[in-house]
């Protein structure tokens, strides 16, 4: 009856909130810090 | 009691295109920048390598910390432009690295240089050769301070 | 249509020229001189002449960009899915960098109506050319070129530069706006694009947690509200093939997201997204009705002898920010409503409301069900207002021997099983965390069962409150008070009831539910 919402690859005991590793609605698990597009200073754009 | 209703000719027509777009799913990479290395690549792994065990709070600075200065300097050039080379960045500076602008690398003090002044300062060193990939010492190198981040 | 003779192939010439420009070196070093050099060239080639011109240049390039797309995928069997990515995304990334780029510098710092009229723009002609592409391929509509272009582009305007910032809540609005135009029912072969879209962890951030004043709220609560009415028919069926599966449980991690993260958004919306959501969707409803406000500590619903009366938050009334009233329609209905409650009269009011929610004799459609919803909403507010006037408290007794609960017990007794269910609901979905309506409405439900002149209307009661208590978790604080209520208040002999013992297996349920209540 309904899904159990535990198993949706979530971490909902996170104290912090959890949309900013938000995986998607269709990814097994939140994002990884290699998942995040993130504003680096700009000397760190090696390639 | 209300029992299924008869799914209207406009509804059938949008489960025939959600049907359809089902075998054109978005890849999570679709939302991403594209990555010059690593690119997301889903491959069949053994079933017992783990698969979705994420480490938990491996998003913070203090995790990787923890990881070896080679590690680091792999997250460091190969996932650029992602949370995970902000926080390995963050993590070598709190192991007294300084990132040079211009070399595009890591240095660290190997003993206190000989020289400090308001332009540099100079003396020995060990950086981190992404080409070569290695660490490698250096003396007599000037580090001049309007190329450390 | 009449394009000017060579637009095609200056719009061709230039974005090849732009593609090579935004992968060379010289350009990531120095993005700004790269573009102003290629913006001249533009002007060279009169693109930006006119706003007819520059319109015709976006809608050419798009479509350019996704027959390249389209190539690409069709020659899947001789590359990998990540290389014809890469491959689309080489140009699709540098038109959207364009994009974002002629919307930074277009108009002068001062003048953002220009940025935001280009950026409007922009997205219209890739919503169009979204919207006929989807017409023309059908079931071979590829939705990676379009989803692509969206999230690429929301993320480069959303990038924190203060040219930006200051446009923010308009570029926002922007987006949408253009997800609304592209909603599921519109574009259902883009539907699981446009769900990652709106949930996006960077949309979701700017829409309810970054743009101040909950300005973003309303907005996201639109696109929510597309979402369920697209997937409503077919959870309405409970008939979930893989497909819908899917995006269903897509949708389920989102509104997990919102109840983690933004439970007082979930709290504020409640009802709107009930209005849409089909009834036998329990487990989605029970998820928004589960949300309270993060600053409210609920007292554990089995607390032994827990007076729920005594909790101050029950003095107060929830946020609803739809305006019910409005609902409430015909306008005629509306008056002889609001006539009868202030006096109470005239009775042939009651025996004509059936005939009012009521609209076909088709099974499982007779009634309109947001009519139903409003219509106890509202009457229930004005219940609470009505007591309250009469410096009393909602409880037991003075909900009783009104012209509210008249219409209540009046709907409880003549409609029929199909009504009835829904009339029942509508007072169930207001019980969520501890407030007016909250308590009001739980009062109602034990009030109807205890008053009910038939066992019927007493099983149904039961119905309704089970059904939502036997899926998995979230239970609404306000759902378990009611039901613990039932079973432990000697008044209501409970336990009595033949429906209670109708079955072993039934009987076994009630236990079971009983002993976790306990």
């Given at each position: 009856l309904g899904q159990d919402l535990k198993t949706l690859g979530m971490n909902l005991n996170s104290v912090e909130s959890v949309y900013p590793n938000f995986g998607g609605p269709f990814a097994e698990m939140p994002c990884r810090p290699q998942d995040i597009d993130y504003h680096v200073p700009s000397e760190y754009l090696i390639n | 009691p209300l029992g299924p209703a008869p799914l209207q000719r406009e509804h059938q027509f949008q489960l025939q295109m959600l049907e359809a777009a089902y075998y054109h799913l978005p890849h999570p990479s679709d939302s991403e920048k594209l990555r010059a290395y690593l690119p997301r690549n889903p491959y069949p792994l053994p079933h017992y390598y783990p698969q979705q065990t994420l480490i938990p709070h491996s998003d913070t600075v203090e995790f990787f910390q923890r990881l070896a200065t080679e590690s680091l300097f792999f997250v460091f050039y190969y996932m650029e432009g992602t949370k995970a080379q902000y926080l390995a960045a963050k993590a070598l500076k709190k192991q007294s690295w300084r990132f040079h602008t211009k070399y595009m690398m890591w240095f660290q003090r190997h003993e206190e240089p000989k020289v400090i002044n308001e332009e540099f300062e100079q003396g020995t060193y060990i950086y981190f050769d992404y080409e070569k990939w290695g660490q490698r010492k250096k003396e007599g190198f000037t580090f001049e301070y309007k190329y450390l981040e | 249509f009449d394009d000017p003779q060579g637009l095609l192939e200056k719009t061709e010439y230039l974005l090849r020229e732009w593609v090579n420009i935004f992968h060379s070196p010289s350009a990531s070093r120095d993005p700004t001189k790269a573009f102003s050099v290629f913006v001249h060239q533009m002007n060279v080639h009169g693109i930006l002449k006119t706003d007819d011109l520059i319109t015709r240049f976006f809608r050419l390039s798009t479509q350019m960009c996704v027959d390249l797309c389209y190539r690409a995928l069709a020659d899947q069997n001789s590359s990998t899915p990540v290389l014809v990515r890469t491959k689309c995304f080489h140009t699709l990334d540098a038109f959207v960098r364009l994009i974002a780029l002629l919307v930074k510098h277009s108009g002068d710092a001062s003048n953002n109506a220009t940025k935001v009229n280009l950026l409007n723009k922009v997205l219209g002609i890739v919503a169009g050319v979204l919207l006929q592409d989807h017409e023309v391929h059908l079931t071979e509509f590829q939705q990676l070129p379009y989803h692509r272009i969206f999230i690429i582009l929301f993320l480069e305007l959303n990038t924190p530069e203060p040219v930006l910032e200051v446009i923010n809540f308009q570029v926002l609005t922007a987006f949408c706006h253009t997800l609304h135009i592209l909603r599921p029912s519109h574009a259902p072969a883009f539907a699981y694009a446009w769900l990652e879209l709106v949930s996006h962890r960077v949309f979701i951030g700017r829409m309810l947690a970054i743009t101040p004043q909950q300005k973003g709220w309303g907005m996201y609560a639109q696109l929510l509200i597309d979402l369920f009415k697209f997937l409503a028919p077919f959870l309405r069926n409970a008939e979930l093939s893989k497909p819908v599966a899917l995006f269903y449980k897509g949708t389920l991690r989102v509104l997990l997201v919102l109840l983690h993260d933004f439970p007082e958004f979930l709290c504020d919306y409640h009802y709107s997204f009930c209005d849409v959501i089909p009834p036998n969707c329990i487990q989605m409803r029970n998820l928004i009705l589960s949300a309270f406000p993060r600053n409210m500590r609920l007292p554990?619903?089995?607390?032994?002898?827990?007076?729920?009366?005594?909790?101050?938050?029950?003095n107060h009334a929830p946020r609803v920010l739809s305006n019910i009233a409005s609902l409430i329609q015909p306008a005629s209905f509306k008056k002889d409503l609001d006539n009868y409650l202030k006096a109470r009269a005239p009775v042939t009011f009651l025996s004509e409301l059936r005939g009012h929610l009521q609209v076909s004799h088709e099974p499982g459609l007779r009634y309109n069900i947001k009519l139903m919803n409003a219509l106890v909403l509202y009457v229930g507010t004005q219940a609470i207002a009505h007591i309250r006037s009469k410096t009393l408290q909602p409880n037991m007794t003075t909900i009783a021997h009104s012209a509210h609960m008249d219409i209540f017990q009046n709907l409880a007794v003549d409609l029929d099983t199909e009504g009835r269910y829904l009339f029942l609901n509508a007072i169930a979905n207001q019980l969520r965390y501890p407030n007016s309506h909250t308590h009001y409405f739980s009062c109602t439900l034990l009030y109807l069962f205890a008053e009910a002149n038939s066992e019927a209307i007493q099983e149904q009661i039961t119905r309704v409150l089970l059904e939502r208590l036997i899926v998995n978790r979230p239970h609404p604080w306000g759902l378990l008070i009611t039901f613990i209520e039932l079973i432990k208040n000697p008044i209501y002999k409970f336990w009595n009831h033949e429906f209670v013992h109708c079955a072993p297996e039934i009987e076994k349920l009630f236990e079971s539910v009983a002993r976790s209540c306990m």
């Open positions: - | - | 554990d619903p089995f607390t032994p002898n827990l007076k729920v009366d005594m909790l101050q938050e029950i």
